[in-house]
């Protein structure tokens, strides 16, 4: 293999395809990436198993050929060589050189034979083509939501949902759920589950593909596969039914609130500097006419914070953990929001002042004394 191309472009790619690169295996090969030289393209792929990605990048090849290199290794060394152009050969041992005009490293790689294939989605499959900015939108306003617990299984992934009239997300974990739709019409229906961790990736992938073009989804029984201009990424379903999202969602309350989404967000990040303090990072609301108050206290102190609100229905006093409500309204958009009570120990419901475009439930927590 004998190819050189543009250092800047190469890192790039490096950044993306080493998204997939195993860092819990044993195994060298999958701590590694896969080079190959083909036509005027340099093909680089990697897999955790869960998640593979192959990208491609323009070269100038007068060898072509595959070798494994070290993707933690071969990933230092091309970012911090210097813009311009890299020369990068392999023999037949599978010994790497990546060479510029100045500086020269020689290392050990791996025979190609052993690299996982890649294998596309082929079975059942069910083809949509969504917006990108819309569909690493959708994944940002729901994915925080998903267990990282990895015994809590089906719940460590974010549901996608295609319905004939519009795209639904979900992610929940317990102690909140968040969901959010899109409208738009689609041939037929389907649910997966991917893991928040990978679905996660794909909106990194998203970040840094800078296309106009949709992303094409593949979807299998065992795998669906996400195509860019220059990069795929085959990720592992989940197995089993998800959680009946629809059933928990609240259908009244007593108390229902319209309040500016940044002034209360301001205030409970404040009020949380000493929740962290105290234990479930909890802090206090209290409802009483126009007026929302937040408190929190700890051994360290206490805290205050007033903010003005419209309000329909009981007066309210309720706990809730800081972090999943800031959580919540980072991923809003709107300028304001309502927020739907039923009592002191029944979850809230955060959502658009019109329509159900987005929806996040957080559970209180009960208050002592």
Known sequence: MKFNCSQQKLSKALNTVSKAVSTRSALPILKGILLKAEGNELIMSASDMDISIVKKTEILCEEEGSVVVNAKLFGDII?????????????????????????????VGISPDEFPKIKDTE?????????????????????????IDESKGIITGVLTEIERDSLNMVALDGFRMSVVREKMANEGEKKVVINGRLINEIKNIISDSEDEEDVDILIGSKNASFIFKDTKAVVRLLEGDFIKYKDILPKDGSCTVITDRNVLLDSIERASLLAKEGKNNLIKIT????????????????????????????????????????DALKAVDDEHI?????????????????????????????ISG
């Not at 206490?302 to 800081?322: L, P, T």
């Not at 002191?344 to 996040?360: A, F, Q, R, W």
């Open 287 to 326: 409802i009483n006419n126009e007026l929302l108050v937040i408190t929190s206290r700890s051994e360290e102190g206490k805290v205050k914070e007033e903010v003005i609100i419209e309000k329909e229905g009981d007066d309210i006093e309720i706990g809730f953990n800081s972090k999943y409500m800031i």
């Open 338 to 366: 309502k927020i739907i009570f039923k009592g002191s120990t029944s979850p809230c419901l955060i959502k658009s002042l019109e329509g159900d475009s987005y929806e996040y439930l957080v559970l209180p927590v009960r």
């Open 123 to 147: 079975d059942d499959i069910y083809k949509v083509s969504l917006d990108k900015k819309l569909f690493g939108d959708m994944i940002r306003k729901t994915s925080f939501a998903a267990s």
């Open 79 to 107: 970012r911090k060589l210097p813009g311009g152009d890299i020369y990068i050969t392999s023999d037949e041992e599978n010994n790497v050189t990546v060479k510029t005009s100045f500086s020269e490293f020689n290392i």
